[in-house]
Nanobody, 128 residues
Framework: QVQLVESGGGLVQPGGSLRLSCAASGFTLDNYAVGWFRQAPGKEREGVLCINNKDDNTRSSDSVKGRFTISRDNAKNTVYLQMNSLSPEDTAVYYC?????????????????????WGQGTQVTVSP
């Protein structure tokens, strides 16, 4: 069964850090480009970061550039989202998703329509 499970969310103070995990089961995550998305209350879901399937290059939204990074641990079949210098504006439910599969190199994008498997999300709350 194909499954993505996010973990690592929680409550953190402004300026703090969190690392989210996206663990895959039923398939090899390294074969896929992966994206992290978030949805704040009352707002549409937005792309945050993504990582290519072949060369592990990444793409970041302007809102998190320089603060968030994405990485893989292939041995653990997991992708991480490291979040630093968090602010209340980062409060949201965070989702990971796998890009539609391709045998060819994919330059990842952050359009929801490009992704077909999604995790259930993990809540991140940034508050004093």
């Amino acid at each position: 069964q194909v499954q993505l499970v996010e973990s690592g969310g929680g409550l953190v103070q402004p300026g703090g850090s969190l690392r989210l995990s996206c663990a895959a089961s039923g398939f090899t995550l390294d074969n896929y480009a992966v994206g992290w998305f978030r949805q704040a209350p009352g707002k549409e879901r937005e792309g945050v970061l993504c990582i290519n399937n072949k060369d592990d290059n990444t793409r970041s939204s302007d809102s998190v550039k320089g603060r968030f990074t994405i990485s893989r641990d292939n041995a653990k079949n997991t992708v991480y989202l490291q979040m630093n210098s968090l602010s209340p504006e980062d409060t949201a439910v965070y989702y990971c998703a796998t890009h539609k599969f391709s045998l060819f190199p994919i330059t990842c994008d952050m359009r929801e329509s490009s992704y077909d498997y999604w995790g259930q999300g993990t809540q991140v709350t940034v508050s004093p």
